[in-house]
């Protein structure tokens, strides 16, 4: 176990070098150590599934990642080829057609699969929506690994819901699917125990992910006992009527939760401006 870690660490120092040096994608062959890797460094994973017969394959690896223009990702992913010449079988992906492209994170929870040749504007479109920051959620899913509870699973929730805001809309809604995943874990966790403010809290919270009509018709049905829940309400109402053009109806209820420390972030911080 000792060695292994040991092989990992060296390999992540030897492609970090080898990153500054040559500001090329350096591709590993193991998706093991990639994973390894990821999570030490905190970044996506590009999965590149090929074979040495596959024209479309070849194609890719000349028109796009050979391209230089790509090179400004090398740093912020780490990629992996895995070479399924001999057969299709692979423990971690479903692949019935190469070239085959997975975005994953080190958990090989996936966010993006393709199949086929992809374009080197596809590519770069695609690896730019999804270069933004891991480092929090990494954080709450390693909290989350070491102790499966509620409030672990909440804060990964918020974790993956503000990483969905200002995004690309397509990606916006892969985070908030993973949002809404890990809302589902904490409601399961919940029904084992009979704390009626945190449930009602849960739901509350995972209305940040539906749209703003949704969002009001959960609202108007939800009725908070916790001062908590009764503020938190009330700062999601504001952000709802906002998002659905009553700006004085937004106001009333911003005013009453202004100064209110949100719980996990600011989901109103592009939202004050408007309403102070």
């Known amino acids: 176990m000792i060695k292994e870690l040991k ?50 394959c070849k194609r890719m690896d000349k ?27 692979n423990p971690d992906f479903m692949v019935k057609a190469i070239p085959k492209i997975f975005i994953t994170d080190a958990w090989n929870e996936q966010f993006e699969n393709m199949t086929g040749y992809q374009s080197k504007s596809r590519m770069e479109n695609l690896l730019k929506a999804y270069s933004y920051s891991v480092n929090d959620i990494y954080k709450a899913k390693i909290d989350f690994e070491k102790n499966n509870n509620v409030e672990k699973a909440v804060k990964l929730a918020m974790c993956y819901q503000e990483s969905s805001f200002a995004k690309d809309i397509k990606i916006t809604k892969v985070l908030k699917n993973k949002s809404n995943a890990c809302f589902k874990k904490a409601e399961k966790l919940l029904k084992k125990s009979k704390n009626d403010d945190l449930f009602q809290k849960v739901q509350l919270l995972s209305c940040l992910n539906k749209s703003p009509k949704k969002s009001l018709k959960i609202m108007n049905s939800c009725k908070p006992k916790s001062e908590e829940n009764v503020n938190l309400k009330d700062a999601i109402l504001a952000k709802v009527y906002f998002d659905l053009e009553d700006v004085e109806k937004a106001k009333e209820y911003y005013m009453k939760v202004k100064d209110y420390s949100l719980p996990y972030y600011d989901f109103l911080g592009g939202y004050r401006k408007d309403l102070n």
């Not at 391209?67 to 299709?88: I, P």
């Open 7 to 56: 092989k990992i660490i060296l390999l992540s120092l030897c492609i970090s070098c080898s990153l500054l040096v040559s500001g090329q994608i350096q591709w590993l062959s193991s998706y093991s150590q990639a994973k390894e890797i990821a999570k030490k460094q905190n970044k996506l994973i590009v999965v590149d599934c090929w074979a040495n017969w596959c024209g479309p």
């Open 63 to 89: 028109d796009v990642w050979d391209d230089e223009a790509m090179n400004v990702y090398a740093a912020k992913y780490v990629f992996v080829k895995l070479d399924l010449s001999v057969d299709f079988n």
